[in-house]
């Protein structure tokens, strides 16, 4: 079965800088896709980044980027320049190839001060 | 296109109570899935579908009953509330060929006392 592990329940960032969400994850399977999503106080659930496994090249979306480690099994997300829309709770999720559902940590909640 | 969409959006029950949790998605979506969401636990997956007529469990499937009878729809039953259920609840859709994005519905709070 596989897991996903956020080790940071909170984290808080002043706007402008730089902060990295960590997350880990365990599955035996080789082709699998990653994601990070972003839940605002509005509870919609907003796709922010994804990583196909089978992709050496870490994705990246305008402030958003990932630094992808398959072999320790490892999937952060760094946010740049941070902006105070960027407070939220922020979920990695693991899915397998041609999956249905996705398997979710348990969260990180980012605070980001002015 | 309205995409994902959750009904009721709020809602309060008594235990023993049975309710439906609604779902619809207008996108011809062949993955359809349910997940809870409780404080400190992330998103759970409940119940999934991979077409009309097909269901499957996922982790916390207890207290929960699913159908497809048509593409469209994917209806979430709880038979006998129970406070432990109060959460909120989330509807998926997916396709094949979507590179495994999920669109998600905007939720339904649920309470059961």
């Known amino acids: 079965a596989q897991t996903v592990t956020q080790s940071q329940p909170e984290m808080s960032v002043q706007e402008a800088e730089t902060v990295t969400l960590s997350c880990t994850y365990d599955t035996s399977e080789n082709n699998y896709y990653l994601f990070w999503y972003k839940q605002p106080p509005s509870r919609q659930m907003i796709l922010v980044i994804r990583?196909?496994?089978?992709?050496?090249q870490n994705a990246t979306e305008n402030r958003f980027s990932v630094n992808f480690q398959k072999a320790a099994k490892s999937f952060s997300l760094k946010i740049s320049d941070s902006q105070l829309g960027d407070t939220a709770m922020y979920f990695c999720?693991?899915?397998?190839?041609?999956?249905?559902?996705?398997?979710f940590g348990k969260g990180t909640t980012l605070s980001v001060s002015s | 296109n309205a995409g994902v969409t959750q009904t009721p959006k709020f809602q309060v029950l008594k235990t023993g109570q049975s309710m439906t949790l609604q779902c619809a998605q207008d996108?011809?979506?062949?993955?359809m899935s349910w997940y809870r969401q409780d404080p400190g636990m992330g998103l759970r997956l409940i119940h999934y579908s991979v077409g009309a007529g097909i269901t499957d469990q996922g982790e916390v499937p207890n207290g929960y009953n699913v159908s497809r009878s048509t593409t469209e729809d994917f209806p979430l039953r709880l038979l006998s509330a129970a406070p432990s259920q109060t959460s909120v609840y989330f509807c998926?859709?997916?396709?094949?060929?979507?590179?495994?994005?999920?669109?998600f519905g905007s939720g339904t709070q649920l309470s059961v006392l």
């Open positions: 999720a693991f899915m397998k190839q041609a999956g249905t559902a996705l398997i």
């Open positions: 990583q196909e496994a089978y992709k050496q």
């Open positions: 998926a859709s997916s396709y094949v060929g979507a590179g495994e994005k999920l669109f």
């Open positions: 996108m011809n979506h062949e993955y």
